[in-house]
């Protein structure tokens, strides 16, 4: 997959740079043409000799250096390149690149480069929580960057967290997958979503509803689709916007039977299906024809609610080989109530928000959830923009599908 391909393969000063070491040989088995560019403090980690020799490469990591094959070799070798690399990718490499800053070999190379960048952060844990990095790698994911990682774990400073670089063998997987891909991970798959709520008639002009924005939903169409997915997009009445794209299709619905309807008729052509709708769970169990008049004597209104059919369960009991994954929107108890739903609706995995976290659910701009698998296996991520919780999704997603 990657023969011929010309890797550029930037390392900054931390000592995850000793497993650049393995990518190199990783990049190099496949075929693929490897340059690196380094700052002076990776060569405190690992040596210009080891780079050189697992590269086959001289290594550019002084802008005035007298071996440098041109006067503009960050030019000359961001031209060659086909994707670049930056693993690791420290703090302060990560600030000056979204800050605009070139005063070294690695960061001005990073600036004259202007196709798929790649970058695996490493650091410790407090640093990678620290508001800046965020910001910084937000900014940089907006323009179209890829982040790797990091993983969670034992870190070097003797702290057990979020920072430690991604394994050698990930990031080569995810670089190899852009080349066969063309950084499409999901074309050619079809994947239904469902998101906002939906609309339970008591006459013609009233109805049972819920707060459901459909933002969560929508966001991960908008992420789905940027991967290169076809997206069946079943909303229900929102007054967000729904995402324009072209893979994206949308089909409008209403009620909760609307909303099973369309479900069931795309499920069957999905390759997946995350199911973000907020769908009513009770429905009265006859719509008035008429406007319903106020009863002037002050006489209570009844209505008699029936239970909707679960859409997910119905799909959870009918999936042949679809990956299928929903919602847990949880009061208390969150983690026992989504394991439960999980193995009820027989789900691939599950997304727990919990509407006790500040910041999380309905009509917000962030959400902060947990990610649990049928293995039982759970993740749990922090607050952030719910475009990245989408990706985060999204991820975990393609991790089943390749299954
Ligand atoms: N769901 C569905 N059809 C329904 C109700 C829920 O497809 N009639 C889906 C939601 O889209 C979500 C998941 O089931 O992916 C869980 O929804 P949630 O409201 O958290 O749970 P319920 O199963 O409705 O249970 P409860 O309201 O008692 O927590």
């Not at 250096?65 to 070799?73: A, I, L, M, R, V």
């Not at 070798?77 to 979204?98: M, R, Y």
């Not at 997206?231 to 609307?258: F, K, M």
Request: charged share 20%.
């Amino acid at each position: 997959m990657l023969s011929g391909k010309k890797i550029i393969l930037g390392i900054s000063g931390g000592i995850a740079a000793y497993k650049s070491l393995l990518l190199i040989r990783l990049f190099k088995k496949a075929g693929a043409g490897v340059r690196v560019v380094c700052t002076s403090n990776a060569l405190e980690f690992i040596t210009r000799v080891s780079l050189e020799s697992l590269s086959g490469n001289k290594v550019y990591h002084q802008v005035f250096g007298s071996g440098n094959d041109y006067t503009t070799e960050h030019v000359s070798l961001t031209d060659w390149g086909d994707v670049f690399v930056l693993a690791p990718a420290t703090a302060n490499i990560i600030g000056k690149l979204s800050g605009g800053i070139a005063d070294d070999a690695l960061s001005t190379s990073l600036l004259a480069f202007d196709k798929q960048l790649f970058i695996a952060p490493a650091m410790n844990c407090k640093m990678w929580s620290h508001y800046s990095v965020k910001k910084n790698l937000e900014y940089l994911k907006k323009q179209g960057v890829y982040i790797i990682g990091p993983a969670g774990g034992y870190l070097a400073c003797g702290y057990e967290g979020q920072g430690r670089m991604e394994e050698a063998g990930e990031i080569f997987r995810i670089v190899s997958e852009h080349f066969s891909t063309g950084g499409q991970s999901l074309s050619g798959k079809q994947i239904l979503v469902t998101a906002g709520p939906t609309h339970e008639a008591i006459d013609p002009v009233r109805y049972l509803g819920n707060r459901s924005s459909g933002k969560m939903g929508f966001a991960l169409a908008r992420e789905l689709a940027s991967r290169g997915a076809s997206v069946h997009l079943v909303a229900g009445p929102t007054s967000v916007e729904a995402p324009a794209h072209q893979n994206i299709h949308l089909v409008r619905v209403v009620s909760a039977r609307d909303m099973l309807g369309s479900c069931i008729q795309l499920f069957p052509v999905c390759d997946a299906a995350i199911m973000a709708a907020a769908v009513a769970d009770y429905t009265p169990s006859k719509a008035a024809d008429q406007k319903i008049k106020k009863d002037r004597e002050g006489a209570p209104l009844e209505l008699t609610l029936l239970p909707t059919t679960d859409i997910l369960g119905e799909m959870g009991k009918n999936k042949k080989g679809q990956v299928l994954a929903g919602f847990a929107l949880e009061p208390a108890n969150g983690e026992e109530n989504a394991r439960k739903k999980l193995a009820e609706k027989n789900l691939d995995f599950i997304v727990l928000n919990s509407l006790e976290d500040k910041g999380a659910g309905f009509l917000h701009n962030t959400n902060k959830v947990a990610i649990i698998g049928n293995n039982q296996e759970i993740l749990r991520y922090e607050l952030k923009d719910k475009q990245e919780v989408a990706a985060d999704i999204a991820d975990t997603l393609e991790k089943y599908l390749k299954r």
